[in-house]
């Protein structure tokens, strides 16, 4: 059994480093990346951004320019990546994440999982820093067993759309651990689960802005297949104070970072009309091919090892969703009276 331990203590390179942490971080303009970017500068770190803009955004870090300590640089993550200086922690969060995605950039997801991985993991191993890989509950594929704990394999079709996700997730996770078991690179593998809030991209295809999106327009929700698939809808902020702890933990094993209440599509879609204030109907569409069924983390690893539980209500988190996307609507005119 492979052991959950590093070889540092639990809180190097978060507290009393001389000078200051300085990570890398690839994807930072993203939706989770740009998160963690206000969570590190607001820590006194330094922080360099790698983004190649194919699906993050620069709005997502227009408040950030300037800040001491702060550099972006425009780069794909899956050439050539040279930092100079010293840097203590990478944390590899560049991928298109989004079912759209998968159809746009097939190619660009499986090579930022492949040759991404390793490009950042080589810069992590010449700098002698820690490492923390961005993974995903896709891993998982269309699980057969639930809440799902970081031990089970997954059901997986490496050849149906979203493959080109799943497979290169499944494979960043497996040079990860090939890094740290063979140079000792000291590595940390987070599996997000739904995660949601500010910074999503309204068109990217997944449910929280889609919802949100159609219900302040009073659009209809488009729901595909019954519905009756589960999900388990985790804020922003959450995940981040998890990518924070498991950082600062010794566990070098995957980590799942969710909520494990657990809801129908139709339930969220319900919900997302409350906080909406909308009246908009709900309009079913044909099921979407490999659409996972069921999706609930097993969190007891996440409990123990990091002390750590969601603590955001639903309501909570989808009021501060809803604000942020109808002022992102409100920006573009795209928004009418509200219903």
Known sequence: ???????????????????????????????????????????????????????GSLDNLEHVFGSKGFRFIEQDVTEYVHVDG????????????????????????????ALGTHKALGLAKAKGARFMLASTSEVYGDPLVSPQPETYWGNVNPIGPRGVYDEAKRYAEAMTMAYHNFHGLDTRIARFFN???????????????????????????TVFGDGLQTRSFAYVDDIIEGVWR???SE????????????????????????????????????????????????????????????????????EKTVRYVRGRLTQTSCLGPKT
Request: with cysteine.
């Open 195 to 221: 995660t949601y809030g500010p910074r999503m991209r309204l068109d990217d295809g997944r449910v929280v802005p889609s919802f949100v999106s159609q219900a302040l327009r009073g659009e209809p929700l």
């Open 1 to 55: 059994m492979m052991a959950i331990v590093s070889t540092r203590g639990p809180l190097w390179g978060l507290l009393g480093q001389t000078g200051g942490v300085r990570a890398v971080v690839t994807g930072g303009a993203g939706f989770l990346g740009s998160h963690l970017v206000d969570r590190m500068l607001s820590a006194g770190w330094s922080v360099m951004v790698i983004d190649n803009l194919i699906t």
């Open 251 to 318: 566990c070098c094993e995957p980590v799942n970072l969710g909520t494990d209440a657990e809801m129908t599509v139709l339930q969220f879609a319900q919900a997302v009309l409350l906080a909406a204030g909308s009246s908009s109907p709900i309009e079913f569409l044909p099921a979407a091919e490999d659409d996972p069924r069921q999706r609930r983390p097993d969190l007891q690893r996440a409990r123990t090892v990091l002390g750590w539980t969601a603590q955001t209500t639903l309501e909570d988190g989808l």
């Open 246 to 248: 498991l950082a600062a």
């Open 86 to 113: 010293e840097v203590d922690w990478v944390f590899h969060f560049a991928s298109p994440a989004s079912p759209v995605d998968f159809a746009r950039f097939p190619i660009a997801v499986l090579k930022v999982g």
